[in-house]
């Protein structure tokens, strides 16, 4: 048995992605690792972060991004694809660069691989998810947060990154254009694994998740558009009153001890008090949001009025 990991990115570093960490974290479990570097910023230094890995694993790829051909966020999805056709494992394990696995998850999912590997109604695993938000102790539990998301898949040319890149489908014929197509795709059948993705993507110093929102706006809604939503915008991003969230009681994969240790930006979140009011309400201060979750976790014990982007194969 064969595992591939891949990831793709752009100006990662300069945004305060946690690349470097990210790859280090299935290393042990795959073959091989392939990056996917879009055409970054001069000052970004992903390339020289993930070169100092110094595996012989890794193999990077240099592409351009396209955003006004790939829009709507589907550049992100044709990066994925890029990395994803370049890998020659029979199991792909696709993380974003936001995204670790804990080692003590490694061999379970080792294990769960190998014994799917033949079972070919299995085309992909689906993984439970931690969301942490503003500082590493904080986290998201709430309605409008995926619980669970597929990350590994089957080496099938068939299967294909969907939409934004946050998952995947089986796509028949595809023309690797239309990213966001609905008619004649499949959501894949999955198994679960008992294991975590640690999603760090909302846990920045606030000026860097305020730049990091502009690009991502960019991608989605062109350069110029994202100029004139955020000219207006503070310079820092308010992750609002954390003391409503969950503290998180476990520990953090070892590879984010160093990036832990660089936190310095406490002085900048609120850790108690009420909203600013002048900020727009993120989505899980939303009071539908909030109703919705408080039936959730108060009342039916499990996530409702969610869209399920596989199919769970409850047996397997």
């Known amino acids: 048995m064969k595992i591939s990991g891949f990831t793709m990115g752009k100006n990662t570093s300069k945004l305060y992605y946690p690349v470097?960490?990210?790859?280090?974290?299935?290393?042990?479990?795959?073959?091989?690792?392939?990056v996917v570097l879009g055409d970054s910023d001069a000052e970004d230094t992903t390339r020289e972060l993930i070169e100092s890995i110094g595996s012989d694993k890794i193999k990077i790829i240099d592409t351009v991004w396209d955003i006004v051909k790939y829009s709507r966020g589907t550049e992100h999805a044709h990066q994925t694809d890029i990395a994803k056709e370049a890998c020659s494992g029979?199991?792909?394990?696709?993380?974003?660069?936001?995204?670790?696995?804990?080692?003590?998850?490694?061999?379970?999912?080792?294990?769960?691989?190998?014994?799917?590997?033949?079972?070919?109604e299995v085309e992909g695993l689906l993984f439970n998810y931690r969301h942490?938000?503003?500082?590493?102790d904080h986290y998201?539990?709430?309605h409008g947060w995926y619980?669970?998301?597929?990350?590994?898949?089957?080496?099938?040319?068939?299967?294909?990154?969907?939409?934004?890149?946050?998952?995947?489908?089986?796509?028949?014929?595809?023309?690797?254009?239309?990213?966001?197509?609905?008619?004649?795709?499949?959501?894949?059948?999955?198994?679960?694994?008992?294991?975590?993705?640690?999603?760090?993507?909302?846990?920045?110093?606030?000026?860097?998740?305020?730049?990091?929102?502009?690009a991502f706006d960019g991608n989605h809604k062109g350069v110029g558009k994202s100029k004139e939503m955020h000219q207006n915008a503070p310079k820092e991003f308010d992750y609002g009153p954390l003391q409503k969230l969950p503290v998180f009681k476990g520990t953090h994969p070892a590879v984010m001890m160093n990036k832990i240790a660089g936190f310095d930006w406490a002085d900048k979140l609120q850790y108690s008090g009420k909203r600013n009011p002048y900020r727009k309400e993120a989505k899980h201060e939303r009071l539908k949001y909030r109703i919705v979750t408080q039936l959730e976790q108060k009342i039916f014990?499990?996530?409702?009025?969610?869209?399920?982007?596989?199919?769970?194969?409850?047996?397997?």
């Open 20 to 34: 470097k960490e990210s790859i280090e974290s299935i290393l042990p479990l795959v073959d091989e690792f392939i």
């Open 301 to 316: 014990g499990r996530p409702i009025f969610t869209f399920k982007n596989y199919e769970l194969l409850k047996n397997k």
């Open 140 to 142: 998201h539990n709430s």
């Open 147 to 214: 619980a669970h998301e597929i990350r590994i898949v089957r080496n099938d040319p068939e299967i294909h990154s969907f939409e934004s890149a946050q998952s995947f489908r089986r796509i028949p014929g595809f023309d690797y254009v239309d990213y966001r197509m609905q008619e004649g795709t499949y959501k894949l059948k999955v198994a679960s694994v008992d294991a975590y993705i640690y999603h760090y993507g909302w846990v920045r110093p606030p000026e860097y998740m305020q730049n990091k929102r502009q």
């Open 90 to 120: 029979d199991w792909l394990f696709y993380l974003q660069a936001d995204e670790i696995v804990h080692e003590d998850d490694i061999e379970t999912i080792r294990k769960r691989c190998e014994e799917l590997l033949e079972d070919k």
């Open 132 to 136: 942490f938000w503003g500082d590493y």
